[in-house]
C-alpha cells in the first residue's frame, strides 16, 4: 500500500521572513506567552524552526504523547506561531499534517513602546 501514496506531500517550508513584534500590553500577546508558558510548547516551536515536522515526528523528538503535541500545536496554531504547511501520508495511507514555524523570530517588547512601527522595522533590520 505504501506504493500507492507518496510518503512525502508537497510542503510549504517557506517562512515569513520579518520577525513578529509583539507588546505586553497587546492582547495578542496575553495568548502568545500563555501559549509558550509550557516546555513542551517550546521545546515543539524549538524542533519547528530547524525544519518542518508532523505531530507523531515532533512527539518523537520532544518525548512526549501524540495526543499531547498535538494540543500545543493547536495553541502555537491559534497563537500564530505555527501553521500547517502541507500533508504526507503514513506507511498505512492516513493523511498527515506537516507543521511549520509561522515567523523565524518572535520579540516581545515591555515600556510604552514609542513609534511601535519604527522600532519593528529596527529589530527586522536587525536581524536580517
Not at 76 to 84: G, T
Request: glycine share 8%.
Amino acid at each position: 500500500m505504501s506504493g500507492l501514496l507518496p510518503s512525502d506531500g508537497t510542503v510549504d517550508s517557506s517562512v515569513e521572513t520579518a520577525p513578529r513584534v509583539h507588546w505586553l500590553d497587546d492582547d495578542e500577546t496575553e495568548q502568545l506567552l500563555g501559549c509558550l508558558s509550557c516546555d513542551t510548547a517550546r521545546d515543539l516551536l524549538s524542533c519547528l524552526q530547524d525544519s518542518p515536522a508532523t505531530a507523531t515526528e515532533l512527539s518523537k523528538r520532544v518525548e512526549t504523547s501524540v495526543q499531547n503535541a498535538r494540543h500545543h500545536l493547536g495553541n502555537l496554531i491559534e497563537a500564530d506561531l505555527v501553521r500547517v504547511a502541507g500533508t504526507r501520508y503514513s506507511e498505512k495511507g492516513r493523511e498527515m499534517k506537516v507543521y511549520a514555524a509561522a515567523a523565524p523570530f518572535v520579540v516581545c517588547v515591555g515600556g510604552d513602546g514609542g513609534d511601535r512601527e519604527a522600532f519593528a522595522e529596527a529589530i527586522a533590520a536587525f536581524l536580517e
